[in-house]
């Protein structure tokens, strides 16, 4: 099957992906990932999320086609001509929130607590682990993806995703589900302990 008559994407998406090679933006998720962040996020009632890395917004696209009318988005970049793609197809949503920011100094001020944290940048993915994951809900999720070696993976994160992957499998408060899908995913759902 095809992928893009199987994952029906949001409006938005499309128009996104142009506007993105237009500026040679090469990063945005897939539709695959995309179409778990959705789901994902429909799980999360009145759900506070937090992606770091906006990119131009394709990401964030399928996270507010999930969300319901009472959640919010907070989405981080520190490239603000990118991120005004983003804005510019998804800002007139009140749910959401653009912060353009270096995404470790966002993280080390962070004070709120997150149902559902997207990390696709090296601050809260590489960087500023465990502070993170500390503002991450209990039966919260912590997403990411390109763990796959794969030739659309930047080699640097096919470098350090194994010992990233390794690292979350070691902490005692995460549940960590695997998947050989799209870039390759890792989602964590923290637990009680």
Known sequence: MEENKVLQAPLA?????????????????????????????????????????????????????????????????????????????????????????????FIQKMSEQFDFIFADTWPGKFELLDKTLDHLNVGGFYVIHDLLPDERVPEEYRIKAPKLVDTLRKRPDLVITEMDWSTGLLLAIKTNV
């Open 13 to 105: 998406y499309a128009k996104i992906l142009q506007d993105s090679q237009v500026i040679g933006f090469e990063q945005s998720c897939d539709r695959k990932t995309g179409f778990l962040l959705k789901g994902l996020a429909s799980s999360k009632s009145r759900g506070n999320f937090l992606e770091l890395g906006t990119g131009a917004g394709a990401s964030a696209s399928w996270i507010i086609e999930g969300m319901d009318a009472e959640s919010r988005l907070t989405t981080v970049d520190i490239d603000a001509s990118v991120q005004s793609i983003a804005k510019r197809y998804l800002g007139q949503d009140s749910r959401v929130s653009f912060r353009c920011e270096d995404g470790a100094a």
